[in-house]
């Protein structure tokens, strides 16, 4: 079973940055694509970022919301994957969740129903 953990989000002023991050536990880290996701009040779940690997080159992909600000990246050592958030607006605000695919899925996709396994999720929250 896999488990994912978040943590990283708070309360921030518009304009600041901050670092997500995603611990898993149960599997192979490297075996599959990850990704983001974030869902605001009153809102679908949306994509946000996700990492894979494309003919095994590392690939990165990312909702046009967030290109040039948000940066995903994973580290296979210590099972993590990360989101930098920079230049955070108040349309940021969301509860962000990590999610990964199964075993040997390894290309990015930015539907969530592509995603087996998610974590609880952690709350940003944008003043202006």
């Known amino acids: 079973q896999v488990q994912l953990v978040e943590s990283g989000g708070e309360l921030v002023q518009a304009g600041g940055s901050l670092r997500l991050s995603c611990t898993a536990s149960g599997r192979t880290f490297s075996s599959g694509a990850m990704g983001w996701f974030r869902q605001a009040p009153g809102k679908e779940r949306e994509f946000v970022a996700g990492?894979?690997?494309?003919?095994?080159?590392?690939?990165?992909s990312y909702a046009d919301s967030v290109k040039g600000r948000f940066t995903i990246s994973r580290d296979n050592a210590k099972n993590t994957v990360y989101l930098r958030m920079n230049s955070l607006k108040p349309e940021d605000t969301a509860k962000y969740y990590c999610?990964?695919?199964?075993?040997?899925?390894?290309?990015?996709?930015?539907?969530?129903?592509?995603?087996?396994?998610w974590g609880q999720g952690t709350q940003v929250t944008v003043s202006s």
């Open positions: 999610a990964a695919r199964g075993t040997g899925y390894s290309s990015v996709s930015s539907s969530e129903r592509h995603y087996d396994y």
């Open positions: 990492i894979g690997w494309s003919w095994s080159l590392m690939s990165t």
